[in-house]
């Protein structure tokens, strides 16, 4: 089993405090952010574009091993993780992350990457912890 950690400190009220974020490598290291990152656009960071860099990293990597399954190489693939927080029963909750993706396969049919890509949409690590819809936009270029 693999563990890996991120912090978080908090001090404050809701919208007049702040928190900071790190990682267990230092990647991170107290990075702000609040609620004026999270809802009205300010400098720093914030949960859900957190959440999309980790699913498109993730994503990145599980497709290139379902590429590799056919023995396939990508010579490039571009994930942008799009996260949405709606307001819902009087809170606030992440109902759905759309993915758009596109890769560089030298080989590839359009077929073999419409399956490995499908494929890596349910089955990427990410993607299984996420309780909202998951949609993918995929385009096979070069």
Excluded at 4 to 30: I, P
Excluded at 47 to 63: Q, R
Aim: net charge negative; charged share 25%.
């Amino acid at each position: 089993m693999i563990n890996k950690h991120g912090t978080a400190k908090w001090s404050g009220g809701l919208k007049t405090g702040q928190g900071h974020v790190s990682t267990e490598t230092g990647v991170l290291s107290d990075q702000p952010y609040g609620f004026n990152t999270r809802f009205e656009g300010k400098p720093g960071t914030n949960p859900e574009e957190l959440i999309g860099a980790a699913h498109a990293s993730c994503y990145a990597m599980a497709l290139s091993l379902n590429l590799g399954e056919d023995e396939l190489t990508a010579d490039d693939i571009q994930v942008k993780s799009t996260v949405s927080l709606e307001e819902q029963d009087g809170g606030f909750a992440i109902t759905k992350v759309h993915l758009d993706v596109t890769a560089k396969v030298p080989g590839a049919s359009e077929e073999q990457f419409r399956k490995a890509a499908e494929a890596t949409k349910t089955g990427c690590p990410v993607s299984k912890l996420l309780n909202a819809e998951v949609t993918m936009d995929a385009k096979l270029v070069g």
